[in-house]
């Protein structure tokens, strides 16, 4: 494979420092990290020994092993030891909270860390009631109770509704789930990143060592970073960390719902005093057509997206706006766009607004069949 070095691209590649680099989609970026990553590995172990490497992570796994399959195109080798590629979550509980958190004295040194603690649902820890005189756990489950930064407790990211549930009933419920998990050492992976948080906040020399393992850090899909997990960030940038890269597109995150943050990530866009900033703005994916479309969606002042790519479209895009108290309005103004004579979709973000269009789901589960249903 052969990357194509460009005066925009060669600006981000030949920069090192605080940067955050915007990409708009189709700009080869992931190329770009994997090429860069080529440069990196050589210079970091000229510059600070054969066991200090780069942290290369990305929100997904396949985000992440892309990345990976990129580089060994680009560079004909894998990507070792001291060098990683992984995952945030993954990063987090590997090299922070699962070596460290016997510091905290809790009754399991060594916690494990779940996927999902639903079986917190089940669990009797007292009697706390909701103002219906019922277990709490009925109208708050147990399992999606959340630490915030500040040390709160909030259930799934909101407080507590005054109207189900008295505050102060609430405030000794969560506290005595969320210790529990703590000192049985059973937490997810929001649990493990404030655990990793006040680990480097109570123990500097803790991140003084990640920085000294891995002195360059590129996280990748950076608009889906969550701002506990900038945070940590933060927290290696005070305790050394020089060279560390945010790269994403802040129009393209997927993640608000697990806490995701673009506006973290455009605020580090726009602090040019602390942060080098660039841009891939030529796109390789979609005609001009398609990217003017989509241009209508970003911010005033951002800068012109230009299309590179070879195949072009005739096909009109119509725009159609609309209140959500119009409804109608819009149903009617799309029917006059289309044959309604001929098969067409709708696709929309969630179930709610398939039910705006008078759509219900076919069924509950699609992952499975009927015959499924039978054998499990």
């Known amino acids: 494979m052969i990357f194509e070095i460009t005066p925009e691209n060669d600006n981000y590649i030949k920069a090192r420092g605080k940067i955050v680099l915007n990409a708009c989609p189709g700009s ?9 990553l080529t440069l990196l590995s050589n210079e970091c172990n000229k510059h600070y020994g054969k066991y200090s490497g780069i942290a290369c992570l990305s929100f997904t796994n396949v985000a992440k092993d892309e990345i990976s399959t990129k580089f060994e195109r680009l560079s004909a ?26 510091l905290l004295k809790h009754k399991s040194e060594r916690p494990a860390i779940l996927n999902s603690v639903d079986f917190l649902d089940s669990m009797y820890l007292g009697w706390f009631p909701n103002k219906r005189n019922q277990p709490l756990s009925v109208s708050y489950r147990p399992s999606l109770l959340k630490f915030e930064i500040d040390g709160t407790i909030t259930w799934d990211g909101n407080k507590p509704n005054p109207t189900i549930v008295d505050p102060a009933i609430f405030e000794k419920f969560a506290k005595k789930f969320k210790t529990w998990q703590l000192q049985n050492g059973f937490l997810n992976n929001d649990d493990s990143a404030f655990i990793a948080l006040q680990l480097l906040k109570t123990f500097p020399q803790i991140g003084k060592d990640l920085v000294a393992r891995f002195p360059y850090m590129v996280i990748d899909e950076a608009q889906d970073t969550s701002e506990l997990q900038y945070k940590i960030f933060d927290e290696l940038i005070k305790n050394g960390l020089s060279n560390i890269e945010f790269i994403g597109d802040p129009y393209q995150s997927l993640y608000e719902f697990r806490e995701a943050r673009p506006d973290l990530y455009i605020q580090r866009y726009e602090d040019k005093v602390n942060w080098n900033t660039y841009e891939l703005s030529s796109c390789r994916r979609s005609s001009q057509k398609i990217i003017d479309f989509y241009q209508i969606f970003r911010r005033a002042g951002e800068k012109s997206i230009n299309s590179i790519c ?3 479209t005739n096909t009109p895009v119509k725009l159609i ?10 149903i009617s103004k799309y029917t006059s766009y289309i044959d309604t004579t001929l098969p067409y979709q709708i ?11 008078g759509v219900k789901q076919t069924h509950d589960n699609p992952w499975k069949t ?5 054998l499990f």
């Not at 080869?28 to 860069?36: D, E």
């Not at 945030?88 to 460290?100: A, R």
């Not at 009927?370 to 039978?374: P, R, S, V």
């Open 28 to 36: 080869g970026k992931t190329s770009a990290i994997a090429y860069k």
């Open 77 to 102: 080798q894998t990507l070792l030891y001291p060098n990683i590629v992984s995952t945030l979550d993954s990063f987090i509980n590997k090299y922070i909270t699962l070596p460290f958190y016997y």
């Open 310 to 312: 070879k195949l072009g």
């Open 321 to 330: 706006k609309y209140d959500e108290d119009k409804l109608d309005s819009l």
């Open 347 to 357: 696709l929309v973000r969630g179930s709610s607004h398939l039910e705006m269009f």
């Open 370 to 374: 009927k015959l499924q249903k039978l």
